[in-house]
């Protein structure tokens, strides 16, 4: 059975893939014993023959809950043994094991270990190509499948092949769907039964008598050619023919792991390692077993195998096998996330240090990896059903893998479980709960839930109270009540004040600033700013607070609101600096660049807040960072990319139009289809329920897409509506009004307008002072959609030549990371289609960005692009 027949397609394919020598996925799919491992083998071998370093990894059945475990598999011996040259990088301690951490890391764990790893994989590929082969990927742990996906959204920019092998029907779905988006990188092989043809070649011509009833099954053709029998009785004959202490060997090996090291097998089966050594040798003449590149370590012949071997081991032998190797993974000091999958198989109902190991487990990787996290929280409540600590662990980790309703359910569970007298941690679990029910659109339960919280709370527990308090502020904001919200805001810094917590009057001033910004009160926006300011800036980074994000962010969206632009600056990168990839933080701090005319650098941070957004599987985190991406993209003129984002974000959000998100997301859609040219197709959320800040937005979109359509516009007294109307001095006036405040991009468009009333006034001279003004404003923001516009009405007025008081951004120098990344594709003669399916984007996405890049880089063809990239390469 070591020939390999009947893939004669696959194997032209995968020679011609690894001639590219590009970055690329394959994928070998289909059922039990069809052969996806056989040919993971033979690109492998066929790598190795080309010089390629080829790294492979497994998962497996019963291990599915060890974080990363497939990439550990593959790659945590190699560097343990071979660390490349170069190679500093903290991160990849988030993944494996053997790498160590020099210094605390700040930001997402996941979206960190996700960029470590293609680094990693970009740095191995420097001096040859990297083949790396993940096997049984259908029994992949979570955090693993993210991995997988984050490198099919995103793959490494070096000569990386990455192949998996995986049986579809099992498959997990998020990892199905990724695969389907990420196209042309990814060539797929289903592979089917040998044909009889195929059967005769490799067994001869008796062979084909057993044709029939292996199905043409490779798996099974091998089990009937080595024992005239099918499947599972074929291994069960296997087995039969083993001494009993060479099976109860092999039984070890099947709870040990695959693969597994001698000496863990030893204590699995209670045996001493010269016995264990000498099982293994028969076992490896009977190709049962397997030596890996590792010194004392084996795997199985075939992951079935290994399952056949556990299911017949006898139970309560097995229980004893798998305390056993807890004890001595114990002994050497292996954390508990590595020995919890043997407690799990072991542990009695209501062990206490069996809980305890498990709520460990948990806590060392929820941030990393939370859905294993959950699970292992879940096996500790299975075995202490009452802990209301436990089942509130679990919402919280069922919450961060984006399990939203079995979220609020554990959390449900754990209040039920907390005794009335334990009121912080109740109250604390309300307002955990209350967010999700937002966050799942349940806002009528929420408010129930907090309101009947605080009357139970009442006023002898104050500091609960004001807990309370906070939360239903934010349940209002997102009700859209925003008057309630600054009454329930300002009641809990009343109360904030009399308990004198100054962290608790901090965040309270602070949410009463954002709520009265948001309601228009000004006065009292600007005088709570004031209170939260003098307060976090006397404090030391080290003391703000990160959850749910820290207060300092906080208070620099608040200042946003209200149009302190250059204090929001300044909050904003602190809070940056505290917490980097930190969603919401640099959610905020993206808007609050954009404000300042920061706009290349605020497109940036919000291209890497979507993807670790989309890395989270959180739907409501994804649609708020495309909405700050639109935004951002609608202000630099790039109308039809801010309208693709904004769709998806209200995609994400759903299909609630009364709530804060909902509105927010269709309002940016709108302003996306007024930039985009569709202005008559926009509909904008009626303006009482959208927050003031941004009413003048939405007002100015409304009128617009009225005066497209032809519609009375809804609102006199403003620019457009004087321009239209043919009234260009009033219009001119009106601009001039608008340009004394707003962010550095409204000024410019302000002034962009008064220009346009004042040229067909016929002041010209007017006309073109504002103009270079305007076209210095857009250049030093870095907005050359917007400054080709002026530039284009200046050119109309006589004026050709443009000069800037500034040194201009120029190239490749204007770009967005995305936008260079295309580019660079673009260098390399893909296709607008082949670069939507490498980057994991829509077709219009890219179309928006190539536009942009022809407007940045002053080209007009792709050709013209690739040589703009080459040209600044050879500098």
Same mark, same amino acid.
């Given at each position: 059975?070591?020939?390999?027949?009947?893939?004669?397609?696959?194997?032209?394919?995968?020679?011609?893939?690894?001639?590219?020598?590009?970055?690329?996925?394959?994928?070998?799919?289909?059922?039990?014993?069809?052969?996806?491992?056989?040919?993971?083998?033979?690109?492998?071998?066929?790598?190795?023959?080309?010089?390629?370093?080829?790294?492979?990894?497994?998962?497996?059945?019963?291990?599915?809950?060890?974080?990363?475990?497939?990439?550990?598999?593959?790659?945590?011996?190699?560097?343990?043994?071979?660390?490349?040259?170069?190679?500093?990088?903290?991160?990849?301690?988030?993944?494996?094991?053997?790498?160590?951490?020099?210094?605390?890391?700040?930001?997402?764990?996941?979206?960190?270990?996700?960029?470590?790893?293609?680094?990693?994989?970009?740095?191995?590929?420097?001096?040859?190509?990297?083949?790396?082969?993940?096997?049984?990927?259908?029994?992949?742990?979570?955090?693993?499948?993210?991995?997988?996906?984050?490198?099919?959204?995103?793959?490494?920019?070096?000569?990386?092949?990455?192949?998996?092998?995986?049986?579809?029907?099992?498959?997990?779905?998020?990892?199905?769907?990724?695969?389907?988006?990420?196209?042309?990188?990814?060539?797929?092989?289903?592979?089917?039964?040998?044909?009889?043809?195929?059967?005769?070649?490799?067994?001869?011509?008796?062979?084909?008598?057993?044709?029939?009833?292996?199905?043409?099954?490779?798996?099974?053709?091998?089990?009937?050619?080595?024992?005239?029998?099918?499947?599972?009785?074929?291994?069960?004959?296997?087995?039969?023919?083993?001494?009993?202490?060479?099976?109860?060997?092999?039984?070890?090996?099947?709870?040990?792991?695959?693969?597994?090291?001698?000496?863990?097998?030893?204590?699995?089966?209670?045996?001493?390692?010269?016995?264990?050594?000498?099982?293994?040798?028969?076992?490896?003449?009977?190709?049962?077993?397997?030596?890996?590149?590792?010194?004392?370590?084996?795997?199985?012949?075939?992951?079935?195998?290994?399952?056949?071997?556990?299911?017949?081991?006898?139970?309560?032998?097995?229980?004893?096998?798998?305390?056993?190797?807890?004890?001595?993974?114990?002994?050497?000091?292996?954390?508990?996330?590595?020995?919890?999958?043997?407690?799990?198989?072991?542990?009695?109902?209501?062990?206490?240090?069996?809980?305890?190991?498990?709520?460990?487990?948990?806590?060392?990787?929820?941030?990393?990896?939370?859905?294993?996290?959950?699970?292992?929280?879940?096996?500790?409540?299975?075995?202490?059903?009452?802990?209301?600590?436990?089942?509130?662990?679990?919402?919280?980790?069922?919450?961060?893998?984006?399990?939203?309703?079995?979220?609020?359910?554990?959390?449900?569970?754990?209040?039920?479980?907390?005794?009335?007298?334990?009121?912080?941690?109740?109250?604390?679990?309300?307002?955990?709960?209350?967010?999700?029910?937002?966050?799942? #659109? =349940?806002?009528? *339960? %929420?408010?129930? &839930? $907090?309101?009947? @919280?605080?009357?139970?709370?009442? +006023? !002898?527990?104050?500091?609960?109270?004001?807990?309370?308090?906070?939360?239903?502020?934010?349940?209002?904001?997102?009700?859209?009540?925003?008057?309630?919200?600054?009454?329930?805001?300002?009641?809990?810094?009343?109360?904030?004040?009399?308990?004198?917590?100054?962290?608790?009057?901090?965040?309270?001033?602070?949410?009463?600033?954002?709520?009265?910004?948001?309601?228009?009160?000004?006065?009292?926006?600007?005088?709570?700013?004031?209170?939260?300011?003098?307060?976090?800036?006397?404090?030391?980074?080290?003391?703000?607070?990160?959850?749910?994000?820290?207060?300092?962010?906080?208070?620099?969206?608040?200042?946003?609101?209200?149009?302190?632009?250059?204090?929001?600056?300044?909050?904003?990168?602190?809070?940056?600096?505290?917490?980097?990839?930190?969603?919401?933080?640099?959610?905020?701090? #993206? =808007?609050?660049? *954009? %404000?300042?005319? &920061? $706009?290349?650098? @605020?497109?940036?941070?919000?291209? +890497? !807040?979507?993807?670790?957004?989309?890395?989270?599987?959180?739907?409501?985190?994804?649609?708020?960072?495309?909405?700050?991406?639109?935004?951002?993209?609608?202000?630099?003129?790039?109308?039809?990319?801010?309208?693709?984002?904004?769709?998806?974000?209200?995609?994400?959000?759903?299909?609630?139009?009364?709530?804060?998100?909902?509105?927010?997301?269709?309002?940016?859609?709108?302003?996306?289809?007024?930039?985009?040219?569709?202005?008559?197709?926009?509909?904008?959320?009626?303006?009482?329920?959208?927050?003031?800040?941004?009413?003048?937005?939405?007002?100015?979109?409304?009128?617009?897409?009225?005066?497209?359509?032809?519609?009375?516009?809804?609102?006199?007294?403003?620019?457009?509506?004087?321009?239209?109307?043919?009234?260009?001095?009033?219009?001119?006036?009106?601009?001039?009004?608008?340009?004394?405040?707003?962010?550095?991009?409204?000024?410019?468009?302000?002034?962009?307008?008064?220009?346009?009333?004042?040229?067909?006034?016929?002041?010209?001279?007017?006309?073109?002072?504002?103009?270079?003004?305007?076209?210095?404003?857009?250049?030093?923001?870095?907005?050359?959609?917007?400054?080709?516009?002026?530039?284009?009405?200046?050119?109309?007025?006589?004026?050709?030549?443009?000069?800037?008081?500034?040194?201009?951004?120029?190239?490749?120098?204007?770009?967005?990371?995305?936008?260079?990344?295309?580019?660079?594709?673009?260098?390399?003669?893909?296709?607008?289609?082949?670069?939507?399916?490498?980057?994991?984007?829509?077709?219009?996405?890219?179309?928006?960005?190539?536009?942009?890049?022809?407007?940045?880089?002053?080209?007009?063809?792709?050709?013209?692009?690739?040589?703009?990239?080459?040209?600044?390469?050879?500098?």
């Amino acid at each position: 059975m070591e020939g390999l027949v009947g893939r004669d397609a696959e194997l032209d394919a995968v020679d011609t893939l690894l001639d590219e020598k590009t970055s690329r996925v394959v994928v070998f799919a289909g059922e039990p014993g069809i052969g996806k491992s056989r040919m993971l083998t033979e690109l492998g071998a066929r790598a190795d023959a080309r010089g390629m370093l080829v790294l492979s990894g497994s998962a497996s059945e019963y291990e599915r809950d060890l974080p990363f475990w497939l990439f550990v598999d593959a790659l945590d011996e190699y560097l343990r043994a071979t660390p490349p040259d170069g190679l500093d990088d903290d991160d990849l301690a988030e993944v494996l094991p053997s790498w160590r951490k020099a210094a605390p890391a700040t930001g997402d764990p996941r979206y960190r270990a996700h960029r470590a790893i293609r680094h990693l994989l970009e740095v191995l590929a420097r001096d040859k190509p990297v083949v790396l082969l993940l096997d049984d990927v259908h029994w992949a742990d979570s955090a693993s499948v993210e991995l997988v996906c984050a490198l099919l959204r995103r793959p490494p920019a070096a000569p990386v092949l990455l192949g998996l092998a995986t049986r579809p029907r099992q498959t997990p779905s998020r990892l199905t769907a990724d695969l389907g988006r990420a196209g042309s990188l990814v060539t797929r092989f289903d592979l089917g039964p040998l044909s009889r043809d195929d059967v005769r070649e490799l067994l001869g011509p008796d062979g084909v008598a057993l044709y029939e009833e292996s199905g043409g099954n490779p798996f099974y053709l091998g089990q009937l050619a080595r024992t005239g029998r099918r499947g599972a009785v074929a291994i069960a004959d296997e087995l039969a023919l083993l001494d009993r202490g060479v099976r109860q060997v092999l039984e070890g090996a099947a709870v040990a792991g695959d693969p597994f090291l001698l000496e863990l097998v030893a204590t699995a089966a209670d045996r001493s390692e010269p016995e264990v050594a000498d099982a293994l040798d028969v076992l490896l003449d009977r190709d049962l077993v397997r030596p890996t590149d590792a010194p004392r370590r084996f795997r199985f012949r075939h992951p079935l195998l290994r399952r056949a071997v556990y299911e017949a081991a006898p139970r309560a032998w097995r229980v004893g096998a798998h305390e056993r190797l807890a004890r001595a993974l114990a002994d050497r000091g292996v954390p508990p996330a590595g020995r919890a999958h043997h407690i799990v198989q072991a542990a009695r109902p209501g062990d206490p240090d069996a809980v305890e190991l498990l709520r460990k487990a948990g806590d060392d990787v929820v941030r990393r990896a939370p859905g294993e996290a959950a699970r292992w929280y879940q096996h500790a409540t299975d075995l202490q059903p009452g802990s209301p600590e436990l089942w509130a662990a679990l919402g919280s980790a069922l919450g961060a893998a984006g399990h939203l309703e079995k979220a609020k359910d554990s959390l449900v569970r754990a209040i039920e479980l907390m005794p009335p007298s334990a009121v912080t941690s109740r109250v604390t679990l309300i307002a955990a709960c209350a967010g999700l029910e937002h966050t799942l #659109g =349940l806002h009528d *339960a %929420a408010h129930r &839930r $907090l309101t009947t @919280a605080l009357d139970r709370v009442g +006023e !002898a527990h104050p500091a609960e109270a004001a807990t309370l308090m906070t939360a239903i502020a934010q349940d209002s904001l997102f009700r859209l009540e925003f008057t309630r919200a600054v009454d329930w805001s300002r009641q809990a810094r009343d109360m904030a004040v009399r308990l004198g917590e100054p962290n608790g009057v901090a965040a309270a001033a602070m949410r009463l600033a954002f709520s009265a910004a948001f309601a228009g009160d000004t006065a009292t926006a600007a005088e709570a700013c004031a209170e939260a300011a003098a307060l976090l800036d006397a404090r030391a980074d080290d003391e703000l607070e990160l959850s749910p994000e820290p207060i300092v962010a906080q208070l620099a969206a608040a200042e946003y609101l209200t149009g302190r632009l250059a204090k929001a600056g300044r909050h904003a990168e602190r809070a940056l600096a505290v917490a980097r990839q930190h969603v919401p933080v640099m959610f905020w701090t #993206g =808007l609050v660049r *954009a %404000a300042l005319g &920061r $706009l290349p650098d @605020a497109a940036a941070l919000l291209d +890497e !807040a979507v993807e670790i957004a989309r890395a989270s599987g959180n739907s409501s985190m994804l649609g708020w960072t495309l909405l700050a991406r639109s935004s951002v993209a609608a202000t630099c003129g790039e109308g039809a990319l801010a309208r693709t984002l904004a769709e998806e974000s209200v995609e994400a959000h759903g299909p609630a139009t009364n709530t804060f998100p909902g509105v927010w997301s269709r309002l940016a859609l709108a302003v996306a289809l007024v930039e985009s040219g569709e202005a008559a197709t926009a509909v904008v959320p009626e303006l009482d329920r959208i927050p003031a800040p941004l009413r003048p937005m939405a007002l100015d979109a409304a009128v617009r897409s009225d005066l497209a359509a032809g519609r009375a516009p809804r609102a006199e007294g403003l620019a457009v509506v004087a321009l239209h109307q043919g009234r260009p001095r009033e219009a001119a006036e009106l601009a001039l009004a608008a340009a004394r405040h707003g962010t550095v991009v409204e000024v410019a468009a302000a002034r962009f307008l008064a220009a346009r009333a004042l040229a067909e006034a016929g002041d010209t001279e007017a006309a073109v002072r504002l103009l270079r003004l305007v076209c210095e404003t857009y250049e030093r923001s870095g907005a050359p959609r917007r400054r080709a516009e002026a530039e284009r009405l200046l050119r109309r007025l006589g004026h050709r030549q443009v000069h800037h008081r500034s040194a201009p951004r120029s190239g490749l120098a204007t770009l967005t990371e995305r936008e260079l990344q295309i580019a660079r594709l673009i260098t390399d003669r893909r296709t607008n289609a082949e670069i939507a399916e490498e980057l994991y984007l829509s077709r219009k996405t890219v179309e928006s960005h190539v536009r942009n890049l022809f407007h940045k880089l002053s080209v007009s063809s792709r050709v013209e692009i690739a040589r703009a990239v080459e040209r600044h390469d050879r500098e």
